[in-house]
């Protein structure tokens, strides 16, 4: 006999406590009753617990543009590397190029599968292990760069100590 | 219809104290209990492109972990005064057993140029190139032998 509509939920509203919001009049008759008057985000809300928030978007387009330039920029860092050997000039932007990228590049999957708010916690010890292993990072590659024979040495060191031609 | 009792865990409540009785996430997990599972791998062959993105991403973690927390710990260790010079660090690498070094060495070769070649061909894509699917299913087939190439030369040379 009563319709789902407006006007049936706010006869239904006056026997629910005197707290009870507009959504919790609505759904004081079942949860699949149509809610007019809701938002979008209100009505998907009594569907799931969390809903990811778009991040502003000229942040996201700024935090791309950098991610792709650092990305264009490691291919001829990366081929002088590979290609010719140790280089002091290479190895240094190498060494401020590449925790960067690694530092976008791990961002990504922190988005993709620890957002912030289904995974609070999860997501605020992930960033913050990033952002601290990052700047180590960056310090580190100074430091193999100025102190010791530099990233591309170091590594082609590693990668060459059985040769039998190795010349330390 | 609307004002029906409902069966709430086997109780028989108004639905009003469904409402009130029970939590979102209570709810939640009630309806997780008898719904069926949507058939994926099983029912549908893998696309090419997510095969390629998930070796991209997985091959992105391992080398950022690998590069990250080497070079954290270096600096790290250089505060301390542990820090592991490249003369030490090559002996060590040299006193491995040969059945550990080389299949590493492999292993870093391919995760790297993979990585490398893959990336190349996603800047690629940023830029508008590649697009079409007969594109991508021969980029496809050229990142791979590119990487083989790639991998081989910096594991045996």
Same mark, same amino acid.
């Given at each position: ?49 969390? @809903? ?19 990305? @264009?920029?490691? @291919? ?55 952002? @601290? ?36 | ?17 469904? +409402? ?17 599972? %949507? ?19 997985? %091959? ?76 991508? +299913? ?20």
């Amino acid at each position: 006999m009563f319709g789902v509509t407006a006007t049936s939920f706010r006869v239904l509203g006056r026997q629910l406590p005197m707290r009870a919001t507009r959504v919790g009049a609505a759904l004081a008759v079942s949860p699949m009753t149509r809610a007019s008057g809701l938002s979008i985000r209100d009505r998907v809300s009594m569907l799931h617990t969390s @809903i990811a928030k778009l991040p502003s978007e000229k942040s996201a387009v700024v935090h791309e543009n950098l991610d792709t330039y650092v990305t @264009i920029s490691l @291919i001829p860092l990366i081929g002088v590397s590979v290609f010719y050997g140790p280089q002091p000039i290479n190895d240094f932007l190498l060494g401020i190029a590449f925790p960067i990228h690694a530092y976008f590049g791990i961002c990504q999957p922190i988005g993709d599968y620890v957002r912030a708010d289904r995974y609070p916690k999860l997501h605020f010890l992930f960033t913050w292990m990033l952002k @601290i292993g990052a700047a180590l990072a960056l310090y580190g590659c100074y430091i193999i760069n100025t102190k010791d024979v530099g990233i591309t040495a170091y590594v082609k060191r590693l990668w060459n100590s059985r040769n039998s031609a190795n010349t330390q | 219809m609307l004002l029906d009792t409902t069966r709430c865990f086997g109780q028989t409540i108004g639905l009003n104290s469904f +409402r009130s009785v029970t939590t979102q996430a209570e709810k939640a997990k009630h309806a997780k209990l008898n719904r069926p599972v %949507s058939p994926h791998f099983g029912a549908f062959k893998p696309p090419t492109s997510m095969i390629y993105s998930g070796g991209n991403r997985i %091959s992105a973690l391992i080398l950022s972990f690998t590069g990250l927390a080497g070079t954290a710990l270096l600096g790290l260790g250089s505060t301390i005064g542990y820090y592991v010079d490249a003369p030490t660090a090559a002996s060590v690498a040299a006193a491995l057993p040969a059945l550990i070094f080389y299949p590493a060495k492999l292993f870093f070769s391919s995760v790297f140029s993979y990585h490398t070649v893959e990336g190349v061909r996603r800047l690629l894509w940023r830029t508008g190139f590649l697009l079409s699917p007969q594109q991508m +299913r021969t980029s496809g087939y050229v990142v791979l032998g590119l990487v083989a190439t790639l991998a081989s030369y910096l594991t045996f040379f």
